[in-house]
């Protein structure tokens, strides 16, 4: 099984609610990521995660919230997000964290902030 | 990070060989070269890898000169099914997991 899966496909949701993505794998993958990809743009890293750790944060604002409750979870909660913010949100893992290691990307999960 | 160069747009037509270029003049010795491909409304995903010389898959080549800075993808007889966005990445050996995309080329297929 060499897939990522991520829910939900499309959420639409207002400024001043609270959401959660989903992403999960079944790769034994130690590393998960995740990225944010605006229209016509390529994707943009947020968060990587290794062995359940946060070990790199690209200066995300804290609306953007971070979780990796096992190994095979990642979760991103969503609070007070602007109309900004509206985007492909897509999941990645790889074996390790390591740069030059094949990621297995999801189809991502298209969000809209009204 | 290496910084890298591709066009931005490139038109083929099936059947023909696609050759897609990337410069990366300031590669570091310890990065690889790899290429991602993105359709529309998807995740990208990995073709292929490489330090030096040639490497070849089942889906494409990758040719990298002996200076490396640059590299070229080859998609041998490209369907409709190959118009998507390629991305091409140096990154190092760092245990780190950062990749940076560049602005990628899009490849479009013509019957």
């Known amino acids: 099984d060499t897939e990522v899966t991520q829910t939900p496909k499309h959420l639409v949701m207002g400024m001043t609610n609270k959401k959660s993505l989903k992403c999960e794998q079944h790769?034994?993958?130690?590393?998960m990521y995740w990225y944010k990809q605006k229209a016509k743009k390529p994707p943009e890293l947020m968060f990587v995660?290794?062995?359940?750790?946060?070990?790199i944060n690209e200066s995300v604002p804290s609306r953007f919230s971070p979780e990796c409750p096992n190994s095979s979870l990642l979760n991103l909660h969503l609070h007070a997000l602007q109309p900004e913010d509206s985007a492909l949100y897509l999941c990645?893992?790889?074996?390790?964290?390591?740069?030059?290691?094949?990621?297995?990307f999801g189809p991502g999960t298209r969000l809209t902030v009204t | 990070l290496a910084k890298t160069t591709q066009p931005i747009s490139m038109d083929s037509y099936e059947g023909q060989e696609v050759n897609i270029t990337c410069s990366h003049n300031?590669?570091?010795?310890?990065?690889?070269i790899t290429w991602y491909q993105q359709f529309p409304s998807q995740g990208p995903r990995f073709i292929i890898q490489?330090?030096?010389t040639k490497v070849t898959n089942e889906v494409a080549s990758l040719f990298i000169p002996a200076d490396r800075k640059s590299s070229t993808l080859s998609l041998p007889r490209v369907s409709l099914s190959d118009t998507a966005v390629y991305y091409c990445?140096?990154?190092?050996?760092?245990?780190?997991?950062?990749?940076?995309f560049g602005q990628g080329t899009t490849l479009q297929v013509k019957p």
């Open positions: 790769m034994g993958h130690r590393a």
């Open positions: 490489g330090y030096k």
């Open positions: 995660y290794s062995y359940e750790k946060l070990s």
């Open positions: 990445l140096v990154e190092g050996s760092g245990n780190t997991g950062k990749l940076i």
């Open positions: 300031n590669i570091a010795t310890n990065d690889y």
């Open positions: 990645a893992s790889s074996r390790e964290a390591r740069s030059q290691d094949e990621q297995y």
